[in-house]
T-cell receptor, first 109, second 113 residues
Framework: LAKTTQPISMDSYEGQEVNITCSHN???????ITWYQQFPSQGPRFIIQ???TKVTNEVASLFIPADRKSSTLSLPRVSLSDTAVYYC??????????FGKGTRLHILP | DSGVTQTPKHLITATGQRVTLRCSPR?????VYWYQQSLDQGLQFLIQ???????AKGNILERFSAQQFPDLHSELNLSSLELGDSALYFC????????????FGPGTRLTVL
């Protein structure tokens, strides 16, 4: 079961691009990488999922290098409403789901 | 709105008591996951059900149990409650058996006094 390591917290300013990196050295061949966002007292919300290279959707991009031992969630032009906790998960399904403590992102005006 | 509903929203009870939390998955979703989130803690995976059967088990205490019914709603039963059980309890649903995009409910906030 791949363990993930993320920074505990990050600060950024409105309008900036924010990159949050997650390390997962023991990622298995079948594992996908998934990111969730959670606001206080709300359930997490799926942001993006990928297996390799780059994935982009309307809210974020996910960059995964060839060795897949890390991944980077990129949030373009953040706003105050992006202040939240961001979780990186690695797994392929039947494993126990480990969210960890995530990265607390604080966007400043 | 994720389409997942949880009841009740808030629950206040005393130590030693037993409570039942209810989760209705999105229409068509067969898997239900239960999580516990204590203050300032990450989400702890408790248990997963798929189409009525237990699929995976996480850090679920023996005092806790769950089940998924034929209509696919799920209940999490917490007994012999302790102060440390105070937390937000989330359920999430997914169409298939394996992990993919999970849709989370709004949670039940349990307070044990």
């Amino acid at each position: 079961l791949a363990k993930t390591t993320q920074p505990i917290s990050m600060d950024s300013y409105e309008g900036q691009e924010v990159n949050i990196t997650c390390s997962h050295n023991n990622i298995a061949t079948n594992d996908y990488i998934t990111w969730y966002q959670q606001f206080p007292s709300q359930g997490p919300r799926f942001i993006i999922q990928g297996y390799k290279t780059k994935v982009t959707n309307e809210v974020a991009s996910l960059f995964i290098p060839a060795d897949r031992k890390s991944s980077t969630l990129s949030l373009p032009r953040v706003s105050l409403s992006d202040t939240a906790v961001y979780y990186c998960l690695v797994g392929e399904g039947r494993d126990k789901i480990i969210f960890g403590k995530g990265t607390r992102l604080h966007i400043l005006p | 709105d994720s389409g997942v509903t949880q009841t009740p929203k808030h629950l206040i009870t005393a130590t030693g008591q037993r409570v039942t939390l209810r989760c209705s998955p999105r229409s068509g979703d067969l898997s239900v996951y239960w999580y516990q989130q204590s203050l300032d803690q990450g989400l702890q995976f408790l248990i997963q059900y798929y189409n009525g059967e237990e699929r995976a088990k996480g850090n679920i205490l023996e005092r806790f149990s769950a089940q998924q019914f034929p209509d696919l709603h799920s209940e999490l039963n917490l007994s012999s409650l302790e102060l440390g059980d105070s937390a937000l309890y989330f359920c999430a649903s997914v169409f298939g058996a394996d992990y993919n995009e999970q849709f989370f409910g709004p949670g039940t906030r349990l307070t044990v006094l």
